[in-house]
């Protein structure tokens, strides 16, 4: 590589970089200027403790309540004004740290020096453990006094896996939202859900969507609610993408239309 190609990539990764800081410290400061209560909690489970962020609405009366599932670097700024955001609606949303107690080292996902470690760590964690981590924050939910009973889940990129994953492991879900996440991989995995399933996918998301027709055919085996929405020129991870004022702007769009759905669908 010659001195002008180096120094072409060195720009690029400045100004990705750069883009990339700013776009955190947005959600920093949307964090720290939010009027809304915040809090960490922590959920003992055995020998070992769950922790959670938590965010309550400005409201008079019990609020639905709603588990958020990180994507696949943990629970980060951005998911955190998600839920924030999730709480300037009205509802209680809650994100429990999947990275909680991952080893003597690292106990959440702030402890892990990059992003990339912290992806890493979570392709690491057994699904019995993912199950108790959401088992419990759906009972912390269930039972808070401020909350109205109700308990939808909702995720993003691995955590949409999971959430869809979720909804077979518990029938008393009032909704699983999906964001380009994939559904089980047998039929039969199916079979136990309850609660209404909705997802949202980016058109420019093939290894993801290739997977939509298998889910559809399996819920309509079991008759179940499988209602689904494709936003035509939006890629992976379009949510985030897509709360970046400078982000593209079919991930702009399709952000802001899958949250007027989002929110309608937990109005209801």
């Given at each position: ?37 915040h809090e ?36 980060t ?11 300037e ?56 006094p401020?909350?109205?009973?109700e ?10 896996s ?12 009032s ?27 980016g ?14 055919e ?19 991870a379009?949510m985030?993408s ?27």
């Open positions: 590589m010659n001195y002008s190609m180096k120094f072409i990539f060195l720009t690029i990764i400045i100004l990705s970089l750069s883009s990339f800081l700013k776009a955190q410290d947005k959600f920093t400061n949307r964090l720290e200027n939010s009027p809304r209560h960490w909690v922590e959920i003992s489970l055995g020998d070992r403790t769950l922790k959670a962020f938590i965010v309550f609405p400005e409201v008079s009366e019990k609020a639905k309540t709603v588990i958020v599932i990180h994507e696949n670097r943990g629970l700024d951005w998911v955190r004004n998600f839920a924030d955001q999730l709480a609606k009205g509802f209680i949303a809650m994100v429990p740290d999947m990275l909680s107690n991952f080893s003597e080292e690292y106990s959440q996902t702030s402890d892990f020096p990059t992003s990339d470690d912290a992806r890493n760590a979570i392709y690491k964690l057994e699904s019995s453990l993912v199950t108790s981590y959401l088992n419990n924050s759906f009972n912390y939910l269930k039972n808070l401020a909350g109205n009973g308990v939808a889940v909702v995720g993003f990129c691995w955590g949409g999971q959430s869809f994953r979720y909804g077979t492991n518990n029938p008393n879900l909704e699983v939202l999906v964001f380009y996440g994939t559904g089980p991989k047998e039929a039969v995995e199916f079979a136990n859900i309850e609660a209404p399933v909705y997802g949202f996918y058109g420019n998301d093939q290894r993801v969507n290739a997977t939509i027709v298998a889910s559809k399996a819920m309509e085996e079991y008759q179940h609610i499988y209602d689904y929405e494709v936003y035509e020129g939006a890629g992976h379009y985030r897509g709360d970046d004022p400078n982000g593209p702007e079919a991930n702009i769009k399709a952000r802001n239309e899958s949250w007027e759905r989002l929110v309608r669908i937990l109005e209801k």
